[in-house]
Each structure stands twice: as C-alpha cells, then as structure tokens.
C-alpha cells in the first residue's frame, strides 16, 4: 500500500481551514502551506496537529511545487482550503493507494461546485475538473499567474466520485477574488496579446456571456446562472482593460 501526503496551500482562510483539515483526516501526513496569513488560520490549523510550514507567496504554481517538495510521500493529494473530500472520494483514493502496480501517476477529479451556497449545474461549471491525486516524482505545476494545472508525465485516469468546491460564500469574497484573479489572467495574457482592441474589448466579452448562459445551458441555474455568465463576461472586459493598462505601463 502506498502512503500519502494531502497539501492545503492557504492564506487568511480561518473560515475555511477547520473543515478542509478534517476532510483529509484520513492522509497519512497533512501539511498546511500558510502565506503568512493574517488572522487565526495558522493558529487553528495547529489545535489539529497538522504540520504547519509558512513561505511568501510569490506565485501560486511555485507555492505549490515548493509545498510539493516538502511532503513526506511520493503520492501527493492537494486541496484547496475551500474545497472539501466526500467520505465516498476518501474511499475511492485509498482503494487506489492499495494498488502496488498502478501505472496511472495522476487522476483528474471534477468538482460539484458551490456559488454562494447554491449548487451550480450548468453554466459550463458541469464540465469543471481537476488534477489534485498525483505522484510527486512525475507531476510539477507549470508557472503560469492562474489557472494552473499540473503537468503529467505519464498515464493520468478520472475518478468517479466528485470533490465538492464551495467557490464563494459571499459578494464581497467574489469580488475581491475577482479583482485579484483577473490583474493575474491580464498577466497570463500578455505574452499571447501584444494588443489590445475593440474586439478584445466589445465582441468577446459577448460571447462569453452566450456561451455559458446559453451554449452551457446556464440559464436553467436560474438567477445564479445569469449572475456567473454575466460576471464571466465582465470579467473578460476587465482582464483585456487591464492588460491594455499593463502595456501602457501600469503598475
């Protein structure tokens, strides 16, 4: 049987930390990665007797792959502090670990996914998945600002059972987040648009907004579903304003 060492990057999730610990109770070492939080994460994470370790956050791909380095165990389980591991996927990767002959060295995982307590179904979000079961010794995180996913070297499988991803519990955590993630989507973007036009814009803004309200069958989400397509497309404008900002100089 193989060991195993779930990872919980995190920075000032106090709400979080508690419940993301106990969903991974059943790893074999858990160590909380801490970006020098500000409010009690690191001190809750202690009263579970995890291992705790605290890095500057500089990007989150390198966050990561130092985490990664310091685990214990080759198989590697990481969550985020926001999502949780049902009992029936706690099962699921345990019967894998007991396999010494496994050639697979990493599994996608898709994600139930939760917008301020609602669950979403449709809105393109059906079809989210993850990589988060892996072999430290094959799997590296690219560096890329966000949306990383972890590159594979070798034969990567699906489980069945689902992670379940509470995305925002609130308006003022989305749109903090959504401030956030979109001067890193600018970033990311850069090196693919060297500039900026009305298209960019006007025109794809528009069609984000129809591809998941209507091409992903948002609209049966009801007013959450128009609430994630149209932030999707407010979203597209801001990450090509801000690029456009970033090439005229902008800090």
């Not at 009992?87 to 007991?98: C, D, G, P, T």
């Not at 998941?212 to 959450?224: A, E, P, S, T």
């Given at each position: 049987m193989h060991f195993?060492?779930?990872?919980?990057?995190?920075?000032?999730?106090?709400?979080?930390?508690?419940?993301a610990i106990q969903s991974v109770s059943w790893a074999d070492e858990i160590l909380v990665v801490d970006s020098y939080s500000t409010d009690r994460t690191v001190?809750?994470?202690?009263q579970f007797g995890?291992?705790?370790l605290q890095r500057p956050f500089d990007t989150h791909a390198r966050q990561k792959n130092w985490a990664i380095d310091q685990a214990t165990h080759n198989w590697i389980f990481l969550l985020d502090?926001?999502?949780?591991?049902p009992v029936a996927l706690s099962v699921e990767i345990k019967n894998i670990l007991q396999n010494q002959e496994n050639p697979t060295v990493a599994y996608w995982i898709r994600r139930q996914n939760y917008f301020?307590?609602?669950?979403?179904r449709y809105c393109g979000w059906q079809y989210d998945k993850v990589i988060r079961l892996f072999r430290r010794d094959t799997c590296r995180y690219p560096e890329v600002q966000v949306h990383e996913e972890i590159n594979a070297t070798g034969p990567v499988g699906t489980l069945q059972n689902k992670l379940i991803?509470?995305?925002?519990?609130?308006?003022?955590?989305?749109?903090?987040?959504?401030?956030?993630?979109?001067?890193?989507?600018?970033?990311?973007?850069?090196q693919k648009t060297k500039r900026v036009t009305l298209y960019h814009l006007a025109v794809k803004p528009i069609i984000r907004f129809f591809r998941h309200y209507i091409w992903f069958r948002g609209f049966l989400d009801g007013k959450v579903g128009f609430?994630?397509?149209y932030m999707a497309a407010v979203s597209v404008f801001m990450r090509y304003l801000k690029l456009w900002r970033l090439q005229e100089g902008e800090k």
């Amino acid at each position: 049987m193989h060991f195993i060492t779930a990872i919980i990057p995190c920075k000032n999730e106090e709400a979080n930390i508690a419940e993301a610990i106990q969903s991974v109770s059943w790893a074999d070492e858990i160590l909380v990665v801490d970006s020098y939080s500000t409010d009690r994460t690191v001190a809750i994470a202690k009263q579970f007797g995890v291992k705790v370790l605290q890095r500057p956050f500089d990007t989150h791909a390198r966050q990561k792959n130092w985490a990664i380095d310091q685990a214990t165990h080759n198989w590697i389980f990481l969550l985020d502090a926001d999502e949780r591991v049902p009992v029936a996927l706690s099962v699921e990767i345990k019967n894998i670990l007991q396999n010494q002959e496994n050639p697979t060295v990493a599994y996608w995982i898709r994600r139930q996914n939760y917008f301020m307590g609602q669950q979403v179904r449709y809105c393109g979000w059906q079809y989210d998945k993850v990589i988060r079961l892996f072999r430290r010794d094959t799997c590296r995180y690219p560096e890329v600002q966000v949306h990383e996913e972890i590159n594979a070297t070798g034969p990567v499988g699906t489980l069945q059972n689902k992670l379940i991803h509470h995305t925002y519990r609130g308006l003022r955590q989305y749109l903090e987040k959504w401030d956030y993630y979109t001067w890193l989507s600018a970033k990311d973007r850069s090196q693919k648009t060297k500039r900026v036009t009305l298209y960019h814009l006007a025109v794809k803004p528009i069609i984000r907004f129809f591809r998941h309200y209507i091409w992903f069958r948002g609209f049966l989400d009801g007013k959450v579903g128009f609430i994630i397509s149209y932030m999707a497309a407010v979203s597209v404008f801001m990450r090509y304003l801000k690029l456009w900002r970033l090439q005229e100089g902008e800090k």
